[in-house]
């Protein structure tokens, strides 16, 4: 049995396979020797050893920030090749507990998600030979402020455990199963968090139906 637990940076691990957080560990490995990372309060503060740098950096005049290029604006398939700008922003996560990318995660958009083996899916995992070509589709709904999950795959999907045989409404933190891999639904649209409270319009991406 999976038994998460987040630790202070906000990484989710399983408490059963390891004593510490193996995402912190990667990280501390990576910056060491020339850089610490600390949390005060819930906040990482990073550090580094070399002076040098930090010389050039506070005597150097301070440099404009570049205006983001579209490749890093929240754009949809279709405004990436026109004019138009669409806001079709993250909306939730998938992260792998379980299969051959485990640890990945993927970003959910306001729109339907398609999952499954192909490369023609949003989201493509194809090291899983058991998922189907396309398995299941997940939607997020704006007026609903609601996530959904449908089969598409004859291998079958399971919520927390069940087979689904219909459009399944999701919570946060639901385990979803499609062929060897397991999946953890991570809201950010919820009770607490819309895009509509930034006055950002959503409801025209995805309809529900």
Known sequence: MVKLVKCVNGHFY?????????????????????????????????????????????????????????????????????????????????????????????????????VGRSKENNISIEADRLMSRKHASLYYYPKLNSFFIENLSSQGTKVNGQPISEKTRLNDRDVIEMGSTMFLLKTLCDEHFIWRDFNEDTTAVQTPK
């Open 14 to 114: 399983d408490k059963n396979k390891t004593s510490s957080c193996p995402h912190c560990d990667i990280i501390k490995t990576v910056l060491e020797p020339t850089a610490s990372v600390f949390t005060i309060s819930g906040t990482s503060v990073e550090t580094s050893s070399d002076s040098s740098s930090s010389d050039e950096t506070n005597n150097s005049p301070l440099q404009p920030t570049p205006s983001p290029t579209p490749s890093d604006s929240i754009l949809s398939k279709d405004a990436a090749t026109s004019d138009k700008y669409v806001f079709n922003p993250t909306t939730g996560w998938l992260i792998v507990l379980e299969g051959d990318v485990r640890g990945q995660d993927y970003c959910l958009k306001t729109d339907k998600n398609t």
